[in-house]
């Protein structure tokens, strides 16, 4: 299990954001070495965006189109979107990114996220 946060300047609107977090999560499943991905998110106008291959007028359009770029170099991959109640391991560490600078954690959790696991894996 791996996470990671990262801070977003300037972000022009709340579709960027989750498409920049969705891509630095695939980097982060690239830099750890996956292969078979389901991407989650609770923003399903991005989610349909990759899904569909739409989003090229968006303002997001050229983050989806790097998380396109990152995407195919998986073996395999699934974009699903889910309900914002179990996507609260997310918004926590976006919590967490927001004051704190850029971390990775590799194979441990942090702690300020470990019960959320439990409660983002019930809600599926």
């Known amino acids: ?4 946060t990262a801070r977003l300047e300037h972000v022009a609107d709340v579709f960027t954001a989750e498409a920049a977090a969705l891509l630095e999560g695939l980097k982060l499943a690239r830099d750890t070495g996956c292969s078979n991905l389901v991407v989650r998110s609770d923003n399903i106008t991005v989610v349909d965006a990759l899904k569909f291959n739409e989003g090229y007028s968006m ?3 050229p983050v989806l ?6 995407l195919v170099d998986f073996g395999r991959f699934t974009i699903e979107h889910c309900i914002r109640e ?4 997310a918004h926590e560490l976006a919590r967490w990114g927001r004051a704190n600078n850029p971390s990775r954690w590799i194979d441990a959790p942090p702690d300020f996220i470990v019960s959320l696991l439990a409660h983002d894996i019930s809600v599926l």
């Open 65 to 70: 189109d790097e998380c396109r770029s990152y």
């Open 86 to 89: 179990s996507n609260y391991v």
């Open 1 to 4: 299990m791996s996470a990671s």
């Open 59 to 61: 303002v997001a359009a």
